[in-house]
């Protein structure tokens, strides 16, 4: 559900301003007009906190994290997580994998799940019965850890990625499922994603640091590495400009990472294990990542310390009628900027 709400500090985000995004204060701005095409024209400076653009980034951001554009539904209105009553949604099956499945993914159509014995089923949601699938078999090796589906770029459909604990990323043209490349990896690999632009990758795996590939006509071949966490890595993303990524390790390290300038940009160190994390299509700038169980994080990413902590609370019932809200300061990650110096939330 919706969690940061509009200028005027209601709305969905749980009482006492908490609602809102903080505007920070010693973060640093981005000053480079990346992803500002929404900006409003006027001479206020968006990264002041105080512009009308920080009200427009605030109730778009609110409405993406709601997983629409709805101009109709005022903000303070409630609703469940998913799945709740309140809810009017049709749903048809449109996969029976016949295997359990330890991943899925889905972009532009394509649905597709892997197994615990590399078991791997896509599926084109668009088209009808048999002609939608686009391959059902095994992918060899082990278990599948993580798949993911590149986006569409001109001609180029997209790949899907498929990680395996045999420390393999298999790598496949859509839709055809031709396989293009194999890249052997040191470890296990838990999580993959391609740059915006389809030139550089970067992978997690069963190790404390995280690796970047360079694509080429021949396959993809390792650049280059970054650490600071001490547990293998969960996951990991690319900010929607392929300037910076991010990725998530087990003993609860959220890594910001400049790869061309080659350095952290904020390092963020949770309570408990990172497991997820995304940025925001632009042109938000938002950088999402989320612990264990119960607790998300959302960061502004014009401000690596401008941050809201979200609680989810449990289920309840089937309805699944949960709500979002502030967590108490005690879960509030440590975060450090480059120079590794701690920084003060606001």
């Known amino acids: 559900r919706s969690v940061m709400s509009d200028p005027d500090g209601g709305g969905d985000g749980g009482g006492g301003g908490g609602g809102r995004l903080n505007d920070g204060g010693s973060g640093s701005s981005d000053d480079d007009g990346d992803n500002d095409d929404h900006d409003d024209g006027d001479d206020d400076d968006d990264s002041d906190g105080n512009g009308p653009g920080d009200d427009n980034r605030r109730t778009l951001a609110a409405r993406f994290l709601d997983g629409h554009l709805d101009e109709r539904r005022p903000f303070g209105s409630r609703r469940p997580l998913r799945g709740g009553a309140g809810l009017s949604a049709s749903s048809?099956?449109?996969m029976r994998p016949g295997f359990?499945?330890?991943?899925?993914?889905?972009?532009?159509?394509?649905?597709?799940?892997?197994?615990?014995?590399?078991?791997?089923?896509?599926?084109?949601v668009r088209l009808p019965g048999d002609a939608g699938t686009l391959y059902r078999g095994n992918t060899e090796g082990s278990v599948n850890n993580a798949l993911h589906i590149s986006p569409v770029r001109g001609a180029d459909a997209g790949q899907l990625f498929v990680c395996n604990n045999d420390s393999t990323i298999k790598v496949y043209r859509l839709p055809d499922m031709h396989r293009t490349s194999t890249i052997q990896t040191s470890v296990p690999a838990n999580y993959v994603a391609l740059s915006p632009d389809g030139q550089s990758l970067v992978s997690v795996g069963d190790c404390t640091h995280g690796t970047l590939y360079r694509a080429t006509e021949s396959g993809y071949f390792p650049v280059s590495t970054f650490d600071g966490a001490s547990d293998s890595g969960m996951g990991c993303g690319w900010a929607s400009g392929g300037d910076v990524l991010a990725a998530a390790f087990q003993d609860g390290t959220v890594v910001v990472w400049d790869p061309r300038a080659g350095k952290h940009v904020r390092k963020y160190s949770l309570q408990s294990a990172a497991r997820c994390v995304k940025f925001s299509p632009a042109p938000l700038d938002l950088l999402a990542f989320s612990e264990n169980e119960d607790v998300a994080h959302v960061v502004d990413c014009r401000r690596w310390d401008a941050m809201q902590h979200l609680q989810v609370a449990p289920p309840s019932g089937s309805a699944l009628e949960g709500s979002a809200g502030d967590v108490s300061p005690s879960r509030a990650p440590d975060v450090r900027d480059a120079s590794g110096t701690s920084q003060v939330w606001p």
């Open 92 to 94: 048809s099956t449109v």
């Open 100 to 124: 359990q499945a330890s991943c899925m993914t889905y972009r532009g159509g394509i649905i597709a799940a892997g197994g615990q014995s590399g078991e791997l089923d896509v599926r084109d």
